[in-house]
């Protein structure tokens, strides 16, 4: 198909390059430069969209992000949904199709709903699909009403980034006063990083014909890009839309398409010392009967069409405006030889140097736009004068211009408060509230003469029309295209009472979408105040939220994807996990550690009851390295431990150690852990996996707050000291064979101690602490040599059958013993005695964190939830952990619920634990687990179910 | 690759935490560290020892891994007065240079300090975040060198080599 619309000449687009493309399957050609949306109007297609609501025919608007009608979906490498088609680059090969039509926008089926619209205004799905559940009705809603889908699949190639950036100026907007503003802070030195969303610098210069000082604008805007450009305290970048404001000058941009390697979008997160905000405007619709038909068109994007696309979406143009900007566009027009058959200016007395520039056009004053004929594209419009006559005008394109919005939308996401201005009858940026300005047409200069010296450019004079309302009019006027919004469905909101304009759009939903009402949000104002007989001010608006135009979920994610989605910690020994078949996730604190070693045909039960059995019968080997751990230096360390744990820690010696709790400020236990006593001075404390860095963050801040002059200084070695725990019966056997200079003796060696020593020739602090019940031997190495001596232990413990042990095993172990696990029987609820453990709360300290809140409980005399340990009457049943515990299985209040139940292998059959009110005075009852639909009998325990006596972690 | 630079993780160095008054550090020290840097997120050097300001009343001692014993027996931590602590870290930090023109672009996808030369010079050594994780950083040679927690070093190297894919 050829180019139809297309001037022979003219226009910012390269002519030499040919580019073809696909648009609902038809194919069609447009030149480098142009966007899919001028493309299309160069090939005269007019029938581009469906609408969301009622599927009317619609064509393309505007010429920008402010597009309310056309959106499309974008196949093939461009993959993605819903981008308006004027801010779409067009490219060779490109395909992109309609949204929200089927099968095409010229014959859509949804169009059945242009008959019913009379029963479907705004609200009636909510009223209507209330019964029995609306979510029955929601998706086969959605899917008639809704638009593109996401794309199912990721870029093929190429990647999102994220980047940081600082500057003591962020100018947003690179036309005629965001260049001035970017120049006049880059000559001055200071860091500036100038943005603007189009491809080229320019803004409304691009779009327009007009000259500075008598040459044209544009060669104005070249020089300044070209002095920006040798300076390198500017960022310059075009294609990249400032789109968020946030608080203290965070601004973050969205860079499309950087000409840098493979990525695909970026993502600046730009701390300013000051924002200028040269965002331009915004051109506003008329509102009047079936303003939303294809080839009713804004009149500024008419003109930019012509002016940067060399594209004349039309034969016979007729204008219809309320203000003087519409007759420059009428003045470009003639020149190119179009025929303008009217300007209808809804003004009784049009400004006499706006009729001087179209001294040949019939001028209609007092005159409005009525209605339009024509379902798949303008034929005529109703010219209506203000003395009520009538005639139809035979035209193809209606170019029509409401007024201009300064786009405040950055200025307003920054908090800063807006006034309406009677004069221009737009809102403009009042009072800052973050340090920015707003300049040029952001703030109301509307004309370039205001902006530049020596610019030149028709007054801007305006005289507003809301909405144009005329007796038995017929046919919807909409105020927000996007989401089929009419002046009716407003006027129902309010006669519902709906009265304030958040309230208005909400139901309604005018304003919100992809376009955020940026052509139609000022007419729902407009006709609020009209209907309630109030002025603008006092109707407000809406709030303005980010973002400003769509943005890429992929652009804010930036790198974070696949393996980096979330932070991950390797030890040395994850590679020898991994080779060895390991199966590996997440165990706490961002650790990736092994759950299982299942061996050839082994699933998750087999492989940990081997694991297990080598523990109990033999030996097995475990990284113990996550455990955090600290190193406490100073006098009043002894005092500081004795105030978070609930035990006495104070009176270790040197070599020694003792398992404590610290306890919260209420009495519930916060952590569990060991404590060794290096030497007079230096302490070790370690914690649990999970809680070490807000362990270390409980600790710093009891000192900078509540103990800022004791001498107590914390470093963190988690990662200083990697241990391998060997543990098993055979336990020493394995050490000795690995070779150590430490007696291993029980009686020199004993349960709760350390000594540092080497091991496999490797300085080594060994500790003898029991997480699984055995005997065990924790061998602390630097990281350096942690790989060699896990792979020395491996060897050493072969003739010993040892196996490695993963998490999932751990947990077994620890259940069998009665260990308390956080998150599983620590479940914050909890306190020492609920778990038996009134033996780690000190009777001799004075005080400790959270003792006045745990005696305040006990004397409550309260019921509590108690830790027991359970059997199922049923050895093989396996208990499911959380299930609940009811008396007598009966549907009532729980008195409890199931923590853990792992297969033993040691009893060989199902052993748990849990939290049972009044538990302590309950063993040998049974209890009963209530499922969905089962109740299962278990016996009530105490919570240990191996070695109840310790002497085996002793020995 | 995306960016013009050279990504290299580095060895083990030796490293010793150090906290405690200037005046008591000093005392203890002042024969085998640099000066102590007067403002806090600097640093200062002697030979090939260098001595970051990361904290209120808090260093870190940086050598040549080869250097550790040497400094380990001068630092003495077990030693030390009850007023100062000192604990060797070699192992608790992997340090990564990031070098080439394109050095600090790629230091801005990770980091969001600002680290342009006006703002970040020579002698600044902080904490921050890079990736989102705790990271010490400063400037090398050609570029920028950070260290995050030991544990920590696959993930960033992963990160760092998605940035320049």
Redesign the interface.
């Known amino acids: 198909m050829t180019q139809n619309n297309r001037c022979a000449s003219g226009g910012r687009i390269d002519r030499s390059r040919t580019l073809r493309f696909t648009f609902n399957g038809k194919s069609y050609e447009g030149f480098e430069g142009d966007t899919l949306a001028s493309a299309l109007l160069a090939n005269d297609v007019r029938v581009t969209a469906r609408s969301f609501k009622y599927h009317r025919p619609r064509g393309i608007v505007g010429h920008g992000p402010e597009e309310p009608a056309t959106l499309v979906e974008l196949d093939g490498e461009d993959a993605s949904g819903n981008r308006p088609a004027t801010t779409v680059p067009l490219r060779d090969g490109l395909s992109a199709r309609s949204v929200n039509c089927w099968p095409s926008p010229e014959f859509d089926i949804g169009g059945v709903n242009q008959l019913l619209s009379r029963f479907i205004p705004a609200g009636f799905y909510y009223k209507t699909f209330k019964w029995p559940n609306w979510h029955l009705f929601e998706p086969s809603i959605r899917k008639a009403a809704g638009l593109a889908a996401a794309p199912a699949q990721p870029p093929s190639s190429g990647h999102f980034e994220a980047r940081h950036a600082h500057a003591d100026v962020l100018v947003a907007g690179a036309g005629p006063a965001g260049l001035k503003a970017a120049l006049k802070a880059g000559r001055a030195g200071k860091r500036v990083f100038l943005a603007d969303e189009d491809s080229e610098a320019g803004g409304s210069l691009l779009n327009c014909d007009l000259s500075i000082d008598g040459q044209p604008a544009m060669g104005w805007v070249e020089a300044a890009v070209l002095e920006l450009r040798g300076m390198a305290n500017v960022t310059h970048l075009q294609n990249a839309t400032v789109w968020a404001y946030r608080e203290h000058n965070l601004l973050i941009v969205n860079e499309r398409n950087p000409d840098q390697g493979s990525i695909i979008e970026r993502s600046w997160r730009v701390r300013a010392g000051e924002v200028v905000i040269a965002t331009g405007a915004t051109e506003r619709a008329m509102v009047f009967s079936n303003n939303d038909r294809p080839g009713v068109m804004l009149a500024s994007s008419v003109q930019a069409y012509f002016n940067r696309w060399g594209v004349i979406p039309g034969k016979r143009v007729v204008l219809f405006t309320n203000n003087n900007s519409a007759y420059a566009v009428a003045s470009d027009l003639i020149a190119a030889g179009v025929r303008v058959e009217a300007i209808l200016d809804s003004r009784s007395c049009v400004p006499q140097a706006a009729l001087e520039l179209v001294p040949e056009i019939t001028v209609q004053s007092s005159t409005v736009v009525g209605d339009v004929r024509g379902h798949k594209g303008v034929k005529a419009v109703k010219a209506v004068s203000s003395s009520g006559s009538v005639n139809w005008i035979e035209c193809d394109l209606l170019a029509h211009s409401g007024g201009w919005n300064p786009t405040v939308h950055l200025w307003s996401q920054s908090r800063s408060t807006l006034r309406f201005d009677e004069d221009l009858a737009a809102f403009l940026p009042y009072q800052p509230v973050q340090n920015c300005t707003a300049v040029g047409a952001a703030a109301g200069q509307l004309t370039l003469d205001q902006i530049i010296d020596g610019g030149e450019e028709l007054a801007y004079e305006i005289e507003p029309l809301w909405r144009v309302d005329l007796p038995g009019q017929r046919g919807k006027a909409f105020l927000d295209i996007q989401n089929d919004v009419s002046v009716s469905d407003v006027h129902l909101a309010l006669r519902e009472g709906y009265d304030n304009v958040e309230h208005v759009k909400r139901y309604t939903t005018g304003g919100m979408g992809i376009d955020q009402g940026k052509t139609g949000n000022i007419n729902i104002i407009g006709t609020v105040a009209m209907q309630k007989g109030v002025p603008l001010q006092e109707v407000g608006t809406t709030t303005f939220r980010s973002p400003y135009t769509p943005v890429s979920f992929g652009a804010i994610g930036g790198l974070r994807e696949d393996s980096v989605l979330f932070p991950y910690r390797h030890t040395p020994v994850t590679q020898w996990n991994k080779d060895n078949g390991a199966v590996m996730y997440e165990a706490g604190a961002r650790w990736r550690r092994p759950g299982y070693f299942p061996q050839q045909g082994e699933g998750l039960q087999d492989a940990v009851n081997r694991e297990c059995r080598a523990v109990r019968e033999g030996v097995g080997v475990y990284d113990g390295s996550p455990l955090g751990t600290f190193e406490l230096k100073g006098r009043d360390v002894p005092q500081f431990l004795d105030f978070i744990y609930s035990n006495m820690v104070s009176s270790l010696t040197p070599g020694n150690g003792r398992y404590g709790l610290m306890l919260s400020d209420d009495g519930l236990i916060l952590d569990d852990g060991v404590v060794f006593r290096l030497d007079e001075h230096r302490w070790l404390v370690s914690t649990s996996t999970g809680h070490a860095d807000s362990i270390n963050q409980h600790m710093e801040k009891l000192l900078q707050t509540e103990f800022p002059d004791w001498q107590v200084m914390i470093t963190t070695v988690t990662s200083q000291w990697n241990n391998a725990t060997i543990c098993g019966p055979r336990a020493r056997d394995v050490m000795q064979a690995l070779g150590t200079d430490v007696d291993l003796s029980p009686e020199v060696f004993p349960f709760m101690s350390f000594r540092d020593g080497t091991v496999a020739g490797f300085p080594a602090r060994i500790v003898r602490v029991s997480f699984t019940g055995e005997l065990s031997f924790e061998v602390n190495v630097a990281p350096r040599h942690m790989a060699e001596l896990w792979a020395k232990v491996i060897e050493a413990g072969a003739p010993f059958g040892i196996q490695p042990v993963g998490s999932e095993s751990s947990h077994v172990l620890r259940v069998e013993k009665g260990f308390l696990s956080l998150g599983h029987e620590v479940d914050g609820t909890v306190d020492a005695y609920d778990l038996g453990m009134g033996w780690a709360m000190s009777k001799k300290k004075t005080d400790y964190l959270g003792k006045r809140s745990i005696q305040l409980r006990r004397e409550g005399k309260a019921t509590r939830r108690e830790l027991v340990g359970i059997l199922p009457e049923d050895h093989n049943r396996q208990v499911p952990e959380g299930a609940p515990l009811t008396p007598g299985g009966r549907k009532e209040a729980t008195e409890g619920l199931v923590t853990a139940c792992v297969w033993s292998v040691v009893n060989d059959r199902w052993v748990g634990l849990a939290l049972l009110k009044n538990g302590h005075s309950r063993h040998g009852e049974i209890a009963h687990v209530r499922l969905k639909d089962e109740v299962i009998p278990v016996k009530i325990t105490k919570p240990v179910f191996h070695d109840p006596d310790g002497k085996l972690l002793r020995s | ?3 013009d630079v050279a990504i290299v993780r580095q060895p ?1 160095n030796a490293l010793f ?1 150090l ?2 008054s200037p005046a008591a550090i000093q005392n203890w020290a002042a024969d085998v560290l640099p000066t102590l840097p007067e403002r806090p997120n600097s640093r200062t050097g002697q030979a090939s020892v260098e001595l970051y300001h990361v904290g209120r009343n808090h260093w870190i001692a940086r050598a040549p891994l080869e250097q550790e014993a040497e400094l380990e027996k001068h630092l003495s931590p ?1 030693n030390c007065p ?4 000192i ?7 992997t340090f990564f240079r990031v070098v080439g023109p394109q050095a600090d ?1 790629v230091m ?2 990770a ?4 680290i ?1 030369e ?2 970040f010079g020579e002698e600044t050594v902080t904490y921050t975040e890079l ?3 705790k990271a010490l950083i400063m400037r090398c040679e050609d570029g920028f060198e950070f260290a995050v ?7 960033a190297e ?2 760092l080599s ?2 320049v ?1």
């Open positions: 690759m995306t960016y083990l935490d906290k405690g077990t009850a007023e100062i602590s604990v060797r870290v070699s192992d608790t930090l672009e801005s996808i980091c969001p300090l600002d342009h006006t703002e990736f989102g994780l927690e030991q544990s920590f070093g696959d993930m992963d990160y998605r940035a894919a």
